[in-house]
């Protein structure tokens, strides 16, 4: 996996940052990385790609996630997140999740699109009728 880090503090030479990924569930190691970084005039940007044993894929089916470390000697950044592809598909339209055509349920989106906004809650209905009939001609036209 590729992580792009930016380190800010004091100008410091032969500093090492490292990247450890874990298994959320099991908290089992599958991958590290240590570097040396610099900084200078206040940050460092370091750009590596971890390697991870055995990757498993995110899926709704199988909702895989891993734990990212990131730390140095004065601080650890912890996040946690899920490796997939996704792309859509220029010839059909189509959603593509990890290799696979992957159709969306548009009531999924509908109330998304209401929950994406908090402040409008209070004065907007969640089904916005003209909203909803838009995005279901979008969603029947990719098939």
């Known amino acids: ?3 792009v880090a930016e380190v800010e503090g004091l100008d410091a030479k032969d500093s090492k940052i490292a990247f450890r990924v874990r298994e959320s569930a099991t908290g089992r190691e599958v991958g590290t990385f240590e570097t040396p970084y610099a900084i200078k005039d206040g940050k460092s940007v ?3 790609r971890v390697p991870i044993q055995d990757c498993r894929l995110w899926s709704p089916e199988e909702p895989f996630l891993y734990d990212l470390e ?3 000697t ?5 996040c946690r997140f899920g490796m997939r592809s996704f792309r859509l598909d220029s010839k059909t339209g189509y959603a593509i ?3 696979k055509t992957i159709f969306f349920e548009a009531r999924m989106w509908c109330i998304h699109r209401f929950l994406r ?3 409008a809650r209070a ?4 089904w916005n009728e003209q909203w909803v009939r838009k995005l279901h001609r979008t969603f029947k036209s990719m098939h």
């Open 1 to 3: 996996m590729r992580v």
């Open 46 to 48: 370091v750009d590596v």
């Open 70 to 72: 990131v730390s140095t």
């Open 74 to 78: 004065a601080d650890a950044l912890h």
């Open 97 to 99: 999740l990890n290799g």
């Open 117 to 119: 906004r908090p402040a």
């Open 123 to 126: 004065t907007l209905p969640p």
